[in-house]
């Protein structure tokens, strides 16, 4: 089969399309040097490179960051360098923590953005952690907004955090960025930018600065050969990349022999071979068909917007039992039998005691019992939990909301229950949890269970006394399951100090990640401020990690309460479905129905879902086509078959403040699968063979055939991006006879390859040659999409580097 070029590898392989002119001798000259300057500069390096292949740093990756899993030593830095500094309020106070004295800071001598402050580490350290103090007193100089930066060098650093102080004297800590591109890497550098004060136009103040992280030198060396490994290992695959985009494939290949290194998986490099350099269109298909055999395509599709399928599901019998409007109420679905079970809520009158399973098999309700307490169970409830142990087929049920006025004639016990599936009969754990070292009586609070590890954590919420003007937070609780042993881990006031501070709140999200032992918490209300932060609580190590101080900023939703959420661990993302929100920058609340995947890998927030219309009229008309906006609702998700699945709330209807709904509903989010991926793939590369078959200029007909059957197939005409570029591809027809007069060889003869081969005549003109190997290296590029980043060459392109001032 004829060829652009002789493969990589082989003998004396020269770089097509350069050659044979004194332009080309020239650019050829000058890619060896270049392929020997690339090769020169890993023997000219202070020590040998430290080269390796992605799995070989992935499997280092992994064991550092167990290492790292060590709670965070402080760290002893001095004043590198700073911007400048007013009155006697130099950088040097920053090193001791004096809150009641005003003078103990440092201050700028100006508020531009120009403003920094630079520590040097004594010794390089993975930064973790950074602690700012502040003076006892709310005041006008607190950075509003600030950024972190850090590296090896002061002249060459990395944002580590972009985030701001809340103006009030508690000190604070946020987690650095420490990880980059999957590497851990350390620092001796650390410099804060202030951007914006309190105070409108007064300078910038800093009045204590503490930093945590690993500072052990095994363990901080091992870091930065892994990373000065992985940086020597790039900038040789970005030269790789670059020789073979620009076909300069001497210097490629010297390189390449050079760093005994490929530039990608071997599968991607015989699909390139075959792409590019063979024009073998069918080979790039089976690589393809193999490709999607290995799902190599699904974390192309994980990043692809979902598509939202509603589905009301109503009973087939009109007269069959159905839970009754609520709000306030609790679900939990177990996996394993697709059964969802429900219990009490507020059905805008009283609290309900009602328990309901509700069977996917059959698409039925069934009533467990009308009211628990005839069998010996709880009494009715709203704003309590419940959360299900799959792996004992036991629920668990906790707290309650009281209303004030039924306060001082109740007794306020936090009673904890448990209902065994398989015998249907209900426990009762504890009368009061508070007095075995568990919460008080709590609302609005949140439940999960670790199967696994036979652990329940209970976080938030508000506690219920007798005094309705005090509002007290609850803390952060474990459950042992085995020993039925409670155990507070940290209170709302009292947290480990100069560690990230995990405020309780109430109408908050909780997850549980039973494969990586963490607990995702977010969002939520406290006191009257609606949040949109999110943290990780790791349960092994008693650590937390904030993930956002407002993730509305980095694309995801407005602060809220009450919204709902799922995980899907095997995906690696959870799912938030939007309740009470508050717009940014005001303080009006709404209703709104948005649906929310978050990809845990990606830290990356979609939007998948909107309709924030609340009229009667409208949804008197779609009532049964999308649920309606909400908020006290519950939503349940099978990850076994991805349904989710939405019971009843609140619509916050004016002038019905009592309203509740029973509608129920399946959602299912819809995305391309392999097939899909695959269909759009064989589109490329049959629309780059089309067009070749138009420049060859053999026989249109043969052309336009072959566009009509195999391109055809692969188009999806009822998208209509697809179809229009299937459209626009007739265009290439009519340039046929314009090919043919500019280049006569083109239109046959014994120096064209037939078109049907996918090969290029080498005699039919360099500059075609060069562009058609652009064109296919672009269509390459472009299926490279589809492939995981561990297996493809570097995204970056080399020239991109090249600094412009």
């Not at 350099?277 to 799902?295: H, K, P, Q, T, W």
């Not at 036991?394 to 209902?419: C, T």
């Not at 509903?665 to 699968?673: A, F, Q, S, T, V």
């Not at 561990?790 to 970056?796: C, Q």
Request: glycine share 8%; aromatic share 10%.
């Amino acid at each position: 089969m004829a060829s652009l070029g002789k493969p990589l590898g082989a003998v004396g392989v020269a770089s097509v399309g350069v050659a044979g002119s004194a332009a080309g001798a020239g650019a050829g000259a000058s890619s060896i040097d270049a392929g020997g300057v690339a090769a020169a500069a890993l023997t000219g390096l202070g020590r040998p490179p430290a080269l390796m292949s992605s799995q070989q740093l992935q499997q280092q990756q992994s064991q550092l960051r167990q290492q790292l899993r060590v709670p965070p030593q402080r760290l002893k830095y001095d004043i590198h360098s700073y911007s400048s500094y007013s009155a006697n309020y130099h950088p040097k106070h920053i090193l001791v923590n004096k809150p009641q004295d005003q003078s103990s800071r440092w201050s700028s001598g100006s508020n531009n953005q120009m403003q920094h402050i630079t520590l040097k580490l004594d010794k390089k350290a993975i930064v973790q952690t950074i602690t700012f103090g502040k003076y006892h007193k709310v005041h006008v100089c607190n950075l509003k907004e600030f950024k972190v930066y850090g590296g090896l060098t002061p002249d060459n650093m990395l944002e580590l955090l972009h985030s701001g102080l809340r103006n009030d004297s508690e000190q604070e800590t946020f987690s650095l960025k420490h990880v980059a591109n999957g590497v851990v890497f350390p620092c001796q550098y650390i410099r804060i930018v202030p951007l914006l004060a309190w105070g409108a136009n007064f300078n910038f103040s800093i009045w204590y600065i503490e930093l945590r992280g690993v500072a052990n030198q095994e363990i901080v060396e091992q870091a930065l050969w892994q990373y000065s490994s992985y940086r020597e290992t790039e900038v040789i695959r970005l030269c790789l990349k670059h020789f073979r985009q620009r076909n300069i494939l001497d210097s490629f290949q010297r390189l390449q022999e050079h760093a005994n290194m490929q530039l990608e998986d071997p599968l991607l490099t015989d699909l390139h071979r075959h792409l590019v350099f063979n024009g073998d269109f069918d080979g790039a298909e089976e690589l393809l068909i193999r490709a999607a055999a290995r799902n190599l395509f699904e974390d192309y599709i994980s990043c692809y917007p979902y598509k939202p399928i509603w589905r009301r599901i109503l009973p087939s019998d009109p007269d069959a039992q159905t839970p009754g409007m609520r709000g306030g109420h609790q679900m939990c679905i177990d996996p394993d039998t697709g059964t969802i079970y429900l219990f009490g809520g507020w059905d805008g009158s009283r609290d309900l005691a009602d328990f309901w399973a509700f069977e996917e098999s059959t698409q039925q309700w069934r009533c467990i019992s009308m009211d628990t307490r005839k069998q010996s169970g709880p009494g009715p409830r709203s704003c309590h939990k419940i959360c299900l142990d799959s792996a004992k087929k036991a629920i668990y049920l906790l707290g309650k909301y009281v209303d004030p006025e039924s306060r001082p004639n109740m007794q306020l016990d936090s009673d904890f229950w448990r209902f065994d599936i398989a015998t249907s009969k209900w426990t009762k754990l504890c009368s009061n949890t508070a007095q075995y070292g568990g919460p008080e009586l709590i609302y609005d609070h949140q439940m999960v269970v670790d199967s696994d590890r036979q652990m329940l954590y209970v976080f938030g919420g508000c506690t219920i006394g007798p005094d309705v003007s005090q509002r007290v937070y609850s803390g952060l609780y474990s459950y042992n399951i085995a020993t039925n042993e409670w155990t507070l881990i940290r209170t709302d006031t009292s947290q480990p100090e100069n560690a990230i501070q995990l405020k309780s709140r109430i109408g908050h999200s909780m997850l549980v990640n039973p494969a990586t032992r963490e607990l995702y918490i977010f969002a939520g209300q406290r006191n009257k401020d609606y949040l949109s932060d999110f943290y990780v609580y790791e349960m092994d190590t008693d650590t937390v990690h904030e993930i956002a101080r407002d993730y509305t900023k980095q694309g995801g939703p407005d602060a809220g309460f009450t919204q709902r959420a799922t995980i899907d661990v095997g995906l690696g993302e959870f799912y938030v479905l939007s309740g009470l929100m508050r717009e940014t920058h005001t303080i009006q609340e709404s209703v709104r129905s948005t649906f929310w995947v978050y990809s845990i890998k990606r830290n990356k927030w979609m939007l998948v879902y909107h309709n924030n219309i609340t009229s009667a009229e409208y949804w008197a008309r779609m009532g049964d086509k999308e649920p309606r906006p909400r908020f006290a609702h519950q939503l349940v998700y099978n990850p076994n078959n991805k349904c989710q699945y939405l019971f009843g709330g609140n619509p916050g209807e004016v002038g019905s403040p009592n309203l509740r709904l029973d509608d129920f509903w399946e959602l299912k989010l819809l995305r391309p699968n392999a097939e899909d991926v695959l269909r759009r793939a064989r589109f490329q590369i049959r629309r780059q063979r089309f067009r070749e078959m138009c420049q060859s200029g053999r026989d249109p007909h043969q052309a336009l055939q072959y566009l009509q059957t195999q391109v055809s197939q692969c188009v999806n005409h009822t998208d209509e991006a697809e179809s229009k570029a299937f459209r626009e591809l007739s265009a290439c027809l009519f340039q046929w006879a314009a090919e043919t007069r500019r280049d006569p060889a083109a239109a046959g003869g014994a120096s064209a390859v037939g078109a049907s081969s996918g090969g290029m005549a080498m005699d039919v003109g360099e500059s075609r040659v060069n562009d058609t190997y652009m064109l296919r290296t672009e269509l390459y590029e472009s299926l490279l999409e589809f492939f995981p980043d561990s297996m493809r060459e570097p995204k970056e392109n080399l020239v991109d580097l090249v600094r412009m001032s």
